[in-house]
Every structure is written in C-alpha cells, then in structure tokens.
C-alpha cells in the first residue's frame, strides 16, 4: 500500500494509522487467519467486503450504541492515505479498546458445542440434554472471552469478566452485544441468513463514551448460515470463515504457523461467499463499492 500517514499497529486482518486529532485510519487487508493462524493466500477483495459489511451494520445499529466512524468516504480521508485506501478504510473515532472479546450466539456450534459435548454445558451455563451441533439454543447467551494478544483467546464466567471490566461496564455490553446480535439476527433472516453468533468489540474514547469499534456482523466476526441449506448435526454450508476452517480440518496440521497454502479453489469459494454474504445482507451490488 502507498499510505504515508504514521503507522501505529497490525493485527491479524487490519491496520491502523494515526490521523491526527485523536483519529485513526483503520485498514482492511486481504489476509485471512483461522485457529489464530495468519495464512499465506491472501481473499482478494475480503478488505473491501469486510468494510462494506461493517458500514453498513454501524449505520443500522447506530442507534442502539453510538459507535467509533467517522467516514468512510476517501474523500474525507487525510493527505497520506490514498488511493490503496479507498473502499477498505474507515476514519474512526480513537479508543481505549475494552480487553474483552464479547460474543453473542444464538445457535450450539464452534467453541460452545465443543463444551456441550463434554461436559454439557455453554460457558458453563447447564443446556438441556440431548442438543445436537448447529441447533438454536433455548435463548440468546452472552459469552464474552479474553482478548489474547497472541495464542488463542480464552472463555471467561461473568463473574471472571465482572473482575475484569467492573460490574457497570459488564452489563453495558453484555446488553448491548445482545441488542446487535437480535437486531442483525431479525435483518440477516429477513434475508434468508441465519445469523448464528458474533464477536463484538467496544472501546472508550477519551471522554469515557462507550463505543462499538473494529468491525461489526462481518463475515469474519461472524457466522452466516444460507438458511435454505440449514440442518442440525453438522457444519452448515457458511458466508464466512468457516469454510476455510473446515479445509485445514481436513489436514494434517497442528494450527502453528507456517499454515499450509490454501488451494486456488477455496480462496475463489471464499471470495465469492463474502461478496454474496455483503449482497445479500444489504441488498446492493458490491460493485458499486468503491469499484469492487
């Protein structure tokens, strides 16, 4: 990329750069992790899609908890920071990130059907007996965990995330996480998309405002289910990561980097579920995004 502006941190998916004025450019790359693995093969587009995605959810759910953007529009953007930016970059709000990963899921599958499984509980709240994977739990569950700055992230109790946080914080987003999640849950199915879990993440500007940040019901702090193609005791067809996790499942791989390579096959599949997942989800042509 041609951005000039300071650069300040890379994660796993995105970069951030200092804008001046208590902002932050935050970029969306192409590059894909599973199992906290960044892989090799990059999606083309996924930046683009994955910003497209979260504009459009921070402006449905604004209402709900004010969140960190300020623009999306490159024209907005400050000297340093086009053209690569363009169409997978956000102007935001700076933040005190909350050290907490906060989850909401409506459906026993990933981490908490592992769980289930074994000992027959999510999070450690009892289940009913008998559940089978993918099924729709008996009601909506907060699950927040430890936002790891490597390895992997790990399951917290309330009263571990209370310790935490602090009880007044706690409740505000476990409340607000529950509220996003209904609410894209009800559009997503409205759309013929079960929205089956997601990670949210919130952060504190300087005036103590709490603030939804990162990205928000994307396809990679999410998992979508095509509802046509939706049956218990199993792993769904999916619009997310899901189907690259269920590629290296199939693999001999102990989940430390170097990852395998991807085959050519599953980064134009995953591609192509991203963009449907954005088209569908917002009913507008990802084309029109910015030249996608």
């Known amino acids: 990329m041609t951005i000039t ?11 951030l750069y200092d804008a001046g004025d208590d902002r932050l450019l935050m970029v969306a790359s192409d590059r894909v992790s599973v199992f906290d693995v960044v892989l090799p093969d990059v999606i083309p587009d996924k930046g683009r899609v994955l910003t497209a995605i979260s504009s459009f959810w921070f402006e449905r759910v604004a209402d709900l908890l004010p969140n960190h953007v300020i623009s999306v529009d490159p024209a907005d953007f400050p000297p340093g920071s086009r053209p690569d930016a363009d169409g997978r970059a956000m102007l935001v709000r700076r933040t005190d990130p909350v050290r907490m990963e906060c989850i909401a899921r409506g459906y026993l599958f990933g981490g908490a059907w592992t769980e289930y499984r074994e000992v027959g509980t999510v999070q450690g709240r009892p289940m009913p007996t008998g559940m089978r994977e993918a099924e729709e739990l008996p009601q909506m569950l907060f699950t927040p965990t430890t936002k790891a ?16 946080v602090g009880a007044d914080v706690f409740e505000r987003l476990r409340d607000a ?20 879990d997601t990670k949210f993440e919130f952060g504190l500007a300087p005036d103590g405002e709490l603030l939804l940040i990162d990205e928000v019901l994307t396809p990679d702090s999410s998992r979508y289910w095509p509802a046509e193609d939706y049956e218990i005791g199993g792993s769904p067809p999916s619009f ?10 199939t693999l ?4 430390t980097p170097p990852a395998p390579p991807l085959p050519e ?17 917002s009913g507008q042509s990802f084309a029109d995004w910015y030249g996608g």
């Not at 700055?149 to 935490?164: K, N, R, T, V």
């Not at 529950?178 to 013929?192: D, P």
């Not at 001999?252 to 989940?255: F, K, M, P, Q, V």
């Open 149 to 164: 700055e490597s390895g992997h992230d790990l399951p917290m109790s309330d009263a571990e995330a209370i310790a935490a």
């Open 252 to 255: 001999d791989w102990d989940r």
């Open 177 to 196: 996480a529950l509220a996003i999640y209904e609410r894209g849950a009800a559009h997503a199915a409205s759309r013929g998309i079960i929205l089956a």
């Open 5 to 15: 502006l300071p650069h300040e941190y890379t994660g796993k998916v995105r970069d």
């Open 265 to 281: 096959a599953v980064i134009a599949g995953t591609r192509g579920r991203y963009i449907e997942a954005y088209e569908r989800l």
């Open 240 to 249: 997310d990561k899901q189907y690259v996790r269920d590629y290296y499942l």
